[in-house]
C-alpha cells in the first residue's frame, strides 16, 4: 500500500466510522505557531528550575495527607513560556506550587486527594509507581468536574524517576499536553549513595528536564486541535519545550551534573545527546524508568520515546568558563512509514534523514511534510538545538561515580513467547490496534491466571510507525530486539539487540516499524492484594485516545 492510500483509506475510515463528525479530510489544521516559533532564537530564556523560584514545578514533599487540584492555572501566558493552560495545583504556605515535583522516600506512604476542578473528567495516573489498580489512576476511576479522589498507597518502587499525569479515556493526549504533568522522583538507599558520592544538590546540580513539544499561538498560548491525521500520527508542535521555555539555557558550574529527562510529549521521539563545538560530547548513563542500572554506561546518544525517561551524569568538571554544551535532538528517520521497504520523505524540516535512514530506500512525497514545513526546523527527526548548557562558573569538585550503582539483577534470557502483541494499523476505522483489538472499557482480552514470569512479544507490522509499549502495574525488563532499523541496530551495546537505555528496569519500551521486541514481566512483584486490572497501551497519547489500549486482568 502506498502511503496516499493508506491515509485516503484512513481518512474514509473516519469519515465512514464517526458519523456526523465534519472530519476535514486530512487536511492539516491551520496552526499561527511558525510565527511564533522563527521569531524566537533558541537559548534566550533561563529554563525554569524549582530552586529559580518559579511558580512552576517546585519540588514538594508532602508530610501527611495533601490535596492535589488540577485546575485553570491562571498563568499568563508569556512569548517564550508554554505557560500551562491547566495545572496541577498545591497549596503550600501562601503560595501554590504549579506541577508540584514530589519526592518521596522508599516506603513513605503518598495520601493525596484529587480534586478536579477541570470543566471536563479527569483522573491522576501515577506512571510507573507501584500502586494497585484502583490507586494507579486508570481511566474506569476517571471523576467529573468538581470530582474527588482519594489515593493513599505506600511507596515501594526502586529509587527512581516516575511521572504523573492525567489518564481519562480519550481525554489523556489533550489535558497533558495542556499542562497537567510532573515528575514524581523517589529515593532509596542506592540514590542516596549516588548523590552524595556525587554531592548532587536535587534542582541545582540535580535537574530534572521534562521535554515537550507544543503549539503557541501569537501570545504563547498553548494550541491543542489536533486534525484527523495527526490523531493517526501523533500531534508535533513546533516549539520544543523544557520545563515549559521553549529551548532555553542553563548556567552551570565546571562539575558534574546529573539530568533527569523526562519525555512528556503526546507524540514526538527524540534521540537525543550532547554536542560541544559539534562534537558529541559522551555522557554515563545512571539509570532508566525505573531506577539505577547496575553500573552507569557510557553513551553519546539514544532514543527517547514519550513516557520514557534517562538519568544521565554529564561530566562538565574539564570544561572553562565561557564553554557551551547543547543537549539537542539528532537527525533519524522518524519512520513514519506505510509501505514495506519505502522510507516516506525527509521533508524540509526533517533534517538528514538520508544520512541514517538510507536503508530504507527512496523518499516519496510525504502528506507529513506540512508539519515539517510549518515546524520551523523542529520537524520530528530533524536536527534542532533543546537546551544550551553554559560554564558560568569554575568549581574545583572531584567527584568520582561509584562503580556499582545498585544491585539490579541480570534479566532473563529471551525465549517463548506467552503472549505476543501485534501493533498495526486499522484502516477502516483509522486507529492503530493491538492484536486487532480497540479500547473497551469493560473488555479484558488479556487474562493473566496465574502470577509468574511472561514473556511478552511486541510485533509491530512493516506498515507501521514507532509505537512505545507501556504496562500499568508491573514492570518489566527488555529481553530482545529482532528486525531492528539500522538506526536502532547501530545503537546496540549488548545481546539481543539492545541498546543501554534498554538495560534496566523499564515500563514504557519502543517498538519500530517490522521491529520484534520480547520483555520480561514478572507478576509476581509487587504482590498486589487481589485481582487486579490494569492496562497495555501505547504511549503515542493521540493512539492511546483512539483506543490502542487493552485492560490485563491478573487474577488473585
Ligand atoms: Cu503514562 Cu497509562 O500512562
Ligand atoms: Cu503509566
Ligand atoms: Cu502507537
Not at 473516519?14 to 510565527?35: D, I, M, R
Not at 509468574?452 to 518489566?476: C, K, Q, V
Not at 531492528?484 to 534496566?504: F, I, K, T, W, Y
Not at 520484534?516 to 493512539?543: M, S
Amino acid at each position: 500500500m502506498k502511503r496516499r492510500d493508506f491515509l485516503r483509506n484512513a481518512a474514509f475510515g473516519l469519515c465512514a466510522g464517526v458519523a456526523g463528525v465534519p472530519w476535514a479530510g486530512l487536511k492539516l489544521s491551520p496552526w499561527s505557531g511558525l510565527a511564533f516559533a522563527a521569531r524566537n532564537a533558541p537559548f534566550s530564556v533561563p529554563l525554569p528550575t524549582p530552586s529559580a523560584g518559579g511558580a512552576l514545578f517546585g519540588f514538594a514533599t508532602p508530610e501527611g495527607p495533601v490535596e492535589l487540584v488540577a485546575a485553570a492555572s491562571g498563568l499568563a501566558p508569556q512569548p517564550n513560556i508554554a505557560a500551562p493552560v491547566w495545572s496541577y495545583q498545591l497549596a503550600s504556605g501562601d503560595r501554590v506550587i504549579h506541577n508540584p515535583i514530589f519526592r518521596l522516600k522508599q516506603g513513605d506512604k503518598l495520601q493525596l486527594a484529587f480534586r478536579n476542578a477541570l470543566p471536563e473528567q479527569s483522573i491522576i495516573h501515577w506512571h510507573g509507581l507501584d500502586a494497585d489498580a484502583s490507586q494507579t489512576g486508570q481511566p474506569r476511576y476517571a471523576v467529573g468536574p468538581q470530582g474527588r479522589y482519594e489515593y493513599a498507597f505506600s511507596i515501594s518502587n526502586r529509587g527512581g524517576t516516575y511521572w504523573y499525569h492525567p489518564h481519562p479515556h480519550g481525554l489523556t493526549a489533550k489535558q497533558t499536553y495542556l499542562g497537567l504533568a510532573s515528575f514524581f522522583l523517589v529515593e532509596d538507599e542506592d540514590e542516596r549513595r549516588l548523590s552524595s558520592a556525587l554531592g548532587l544538590e536535587l534542582g541545582v546540580t540535580d535537574i530534572p528536564l521534562l521535554l515537550q513539544d507544543k503549539r503557541l499561538d501569537g501570545q504563547g498560548r498553548l494550541v491543542y486541535a489536533p486534525s484527523a491525521e495527526e490523531m493517526i500520527m501523533g500531534y508535533q508542535g513546533d516549539a520544543i519545550c523544557v520545563n515549559g521555555a521553549v529551548q532555553p539555557y542553563l548556567e552551570i558550574g565546571s562539575r558534574p551534573y546529573r539530568f533527569r529527562i523526562l519525555n512528556g510529549s503526546t507524540a514526538r521521539l527524540y534521540r537525543l545527546g550532547f554536542v560541544r563545538n559539534g562534537a558529541p560530547q559522551p555522557c554515563q548513563l545512571l539509570g532508566v524508568d525505573g531506577g539505577l542500572l547496575d553500573a552507569a554506561r557510557t553513551l553519546s546518544e539514544f532514543f527517547l520515546s514519550p513516557g520514557e525517561r534517562v538519568d544521565l551524569l554529564l561530566d562538565c568538571s574539564d570544561l572553562a568558563v565561557g564553554d557551551e554544551l547543547v543537549l539537542r535532538n539528532l537527525p533519524f528517520d522518524p519512520m513514519h512509514r506505510e509501505e514495506m521497504g519505502v522510507s516516506p520523505a525527509a521533508p524540509a524540516g526533517h533534517g538528514e534523514h538520508g544520512a541514517h535512514g538510507a536503508e530504507h530506500g527512496a523518499p516519496a512525497p510525504s502528506a507529513h511534510a506540512g508539519h515539517a514545513e510549518n515546524a520551523g526546523g523542529v520537524g520530528e527527526g530533524a536536527d534542532y538545538p533543546i537546551l544550551a548548557l553554559r560554564v558560568r562558573q569554575r568549581v574545583d569538585e572531584k567527584r568520582v561515580l561509584p562503580e556499582t550503582l545498585s544491585a539490579l539483577p541480570a534479566a532473563p534470557a529471551p525465549g517463548k513467547a506467552d503472549r505476543t502483541f501485534t501493533l498495526g494499523f486499522h484502516a477502516k476505522s483509522g486507529q492503530w490496534r493491538i492484536n486487532g483489538l480497540t479500547f473497551a472499557m469493560d473488555a479484558v482480552p488479556i487474562q493473566i491466571l496465574s502470577r509468574r514470569l511472561e514473556i511478552w512479544e511486541f510485533r509491530n507490522d512493516a506498515a507501521s510507525m514507532p509505537h512505545p509499549m507501556h504496562t500499568h502495574g508491573y514492570p518489566f525488563r527488555v529481553l530482545q530486539r529482532k528486525n531492528s532499523p539500522r538506526q536502532v541496530r547501530e545503537l546496540a551495546v549488548a545481546e539481543g539487540g539492545l541498546s543501554a537505555n534498554d538495560l534496566g528496569v523499564k515500563d514504557t519500551v519502543l517498538v519500530w516499524p517490522k521491529e520484534t521486541v520480547q520483555v520480561a514481566i514478572d507478576f509476581r512483584t509487587p504482590a498486589y492484594a487481589g485481582e487486579q486490572i490494569f492496562l497495555l497501551h501505547c504511549h503515542n497519547l493521540e493512539h492511546e485516545d483512539r483506543g490502542m489500549m487493552l485492560n490485563f486482568r491478573v487474577a488473585s
